[in-house]
Nanobody, 125 residues
């Protein structure tokens, strides 16, 4: 059974940093692209990072480029989302997800088969 578990969320002041971690078990982690998504209240879910199975660095959308980075440690089956210079608009539930593919292509929700429960990130102004 595949399990995806996020950790590291919480409340931080604007301008602060936070690192989310995600562990995945029950799958071939080192063959799987991993993504981070978020859903803010009243908004649709959006992707914030994706890292291919053998990447040192992943991809992030323009909305968070320069502030968010992602990395992975295949030996530990962990993927990270490092967030810098957080803004109140980054407040959301953040989800980690495992893709059915090795590589990050055009990142779409439908490419990710296994999702974590989500973890709250709140940025206070």
């Amino acid at each position: 059974q595949v399990q995806v578990v996020e950790s590291g969320g919480g409340t931080v002041q604007a301008g602060g940093s936070l690192r989310l971690s995600c562990t995945a078990s029950g799958l071939a982690f080192d063959e799987t692209a991993m993504g981070w998504f978020r859903r803010a209240p009243g908004k649709e879910r959006e992707w914030v990072s994706c890292i291919s199975y053998d990447d040192d660095e992943g991809r992030v959308p323009d909305s968070v480029r320069g502030r968010f980075t992602t990395s992975r440690d295949n030996a530990k089956s962990v993927v990270y989302l490092q967030m810098y210079n957080l803004k109140p608009e980054d407040t959301a539930m953040y989800y980690c997800a495992a893709s059915r593919f090795h590589l990050c292509g055009v990142v779409r929700d439908g490419e990710f088969d296994h999702w974590g429960q989500g973890i709250q990130v709140t940025v206070s102004s």
